[in-house]
C-alpha cells in the first residue's frame, strides 16, 4: 500500500519511522510547507526530494497512492482530510480528529458521505498497559466498575501551536485519557463538570491543568486531574488509573498494574469487615506491535483487506464531543449534558 504523508516534522517523525519499518506500507510522496523542514527530513530519513511536495493538490496530481497520512496541526485536519477522503483516499489522521468539534462533525460527515475509511490515530489505546488494563476489566474477575480515578501530571516544554493553544492540557493531552476512558468502560460520557486554570509559573498561554467530573450513560462516575506544567514527581504519559470495581480495585501506577480482590465480608470485632486476598501484579501483556506501528498495521488491513478499524471518525466523534464538552464545562463554569 502507497500513501502520501501530509506533514512530515514534528509528530510527523514518529509515522515516517513507523511506515519504514512497515513491510506493507511505503511512501508514494510527501507533503510539507516549511521547505527547511522538507530538506531536513530528506537528508535523515533518504527521502526522495523529488517526491516532497508543498500542497496535497500537487502531490495527487503528481504520483499514485491508496491511502494518506494526515499529520497536519489540527486546523489543518479538515481541510487536507476532506480533501483526501472526496478524492477517494482512505485517511490515517493524527489526533484530534479536528482542532474544533465543528471540523470534526464536517470530516465525519464527509466520511459518512463519501463511505471512505477514516481513521484516528488513538495510540494510547495500543499500548501493553492499557491493554493489560482492558484486558482484566473484560474478564469479569472483579465485576462492574463503579468509579475511575485518573491523575497525570506532566512537565513538557514542547514549544510551537502547543503552547498557544487556549487549553493546550484538554485538547492536545487529556484527549487520550478521555478516548482511553470510553475504550475502558464501553460506554460514552453523558455529563461534565470541569474546572480549568494556567499556574503562575505555567509556560502555556492557556490552562494547563484542569480537574474534571464526568458521569458516564451507565453511571460510572470518572475524576480526573491533569497537570501539563508540574515541576517535580511527574506521572507516567499513561496516567495513573484506579478503577472501584464491584469485587476489588484494579490499579495502574508508574505502568505498574496491580490487583487486590475482596475475598468475603466477615462479621469482626467492630462489625462486618471486608477481607482481601494480597495484592498482587498483573505482568503486561506482550505486543507485537504498539501505538504507531499498531495503527498502522490496523489502517492497512482496513484498507486492503476490509477488516473493521476501532478508531474511525464516526466512533471517535464521541470522543471529541467529550474534549470540548469539557472545555466548555471549564468556560461555563456550570454542569454540561452531551
Known amino acids: ?15 515516517l519511522s513507523a511506515v519504514q519499518r512497515s513491510p ?44 494518506v497520512i494526515n499529520v497536519t496541526p489540527p486546523q489543518f485536519h479538515r481541510e487536507v482530510t476532506v480533501m483526501a477522503l472526496e478524492a477517494g483516499l482512505p485517511v490515517l489522521q493524527e489526533k484530534p480528529l479536528a482542532g474544533t468539534l465543528e ?14 475509511l477514516c481513521s484516528v490515530a488513538q ?23 463503579g468509579a475511575v480515578a485518573v491523575e497525570f501530571f506532566r512537565g513538557p516544554h514542547f514549544g510551537g501551536f502547543r503552547e498557544e493553544m487556549p487549553h493546550p492540557l ?56 491533569g497537570s501539563w506544567c508540574s515541576q517535580a514527581l511527574e506521572t507516567s504519559w499513561n496516567a495513573n ?15 505498574h498494574v496491580t490487583i ?13 469487615a471486608n477481607v482481601h486476598d494480597e495484592p498482587r501484579e498483573v505482568p503486561l501483556i506482550k505486543m507485537e506491535r504498539e501505538g504507531q506501528d499498531y495503527l498502522l498495521q490496523e489502517f492497512y488491513e482496513a484498507v486492503t483487506q476490509g477488516r473493521p478499524a476501532a478508531t474511525t471518525a464516526q466512533d471517535n466523534i464521541h470522543t471529541i464531543e467529550l474534549v470540548f464538552g469539557v472545555v466548555r464545562a471549564c468556560k461555563c463554569g456550570l454542569p454540561v449534558r452531551l
Request: hydrophobic share 45%; net charge negative.
Open 24 to 67: 506493507q506500507v511505503e511512501f508514494a510522496g510527501f507533503v510539507e510547507i516549511d521547505a527547511d523542514i522538507a530538506r531536513a527530513q530528506a537528508k535523515i530519513y533518504g527521502l526522495d526530494k523529488s517526491r516532497i511536495f508543498d500542497s496535497l493538490p500537487g502531490a495527487l496530481q503528481q504520483v499514485e497512492a491508496d491511502a
Open 170 to 225: 484538554i485538547v492536545d493531552m487529556s484527549i487520550h485519557h478521555f478516548d482511553l476512558m470510553r475504550h475502558f468502560l464501553g460506554g460514552d460520557a453523558k455529563t461534565i463538570q470541569a474546572r480549568s486554570w494556567n499556574p503562575p509559573w505555567s509556560w502555556f498561554a492557556g490552562d494547563a491543568s484542569a480537574s474534571v467530573q464526568i458521569g458516564f450513560a451507565d453511571g460510572v462516575q470518572v475524576a480526573y486531574t
Open 1 to 15: 500500500m502507497k500513501v502520501i504523508q501530509v506533514g512530515i516534522g514534528g509528530m510527523g517523525n514518529a509515522w
Open 123 to 145: 495510540n494510547y489505546r495500543y499500548r501493553p498497559l492499557t491493554q493489560t488494563l482492558k484486558l482484566v476489566l473484560e474478564s469479569g474477575e472483579l465485576g462492574a466498575v
Open 260 to 272: 487486590q480482590r475482596l475475598l468475603r465480608v466477615k462479621e469482626g470485632l467492630r462489625g462486618l
Open 103 to 116: 471540523d470534526a462533525r464536517a470530516i465525519t460527515a464527509a466520511a459518512d458521505n463519501t463511505g471512505v
Open 241 to 255: 488509573w484506579r478503577f472501584e470495581c464491584e469485587r476489588g480495585v484494579l490499579l495502574a501506577r508508574d505502568d
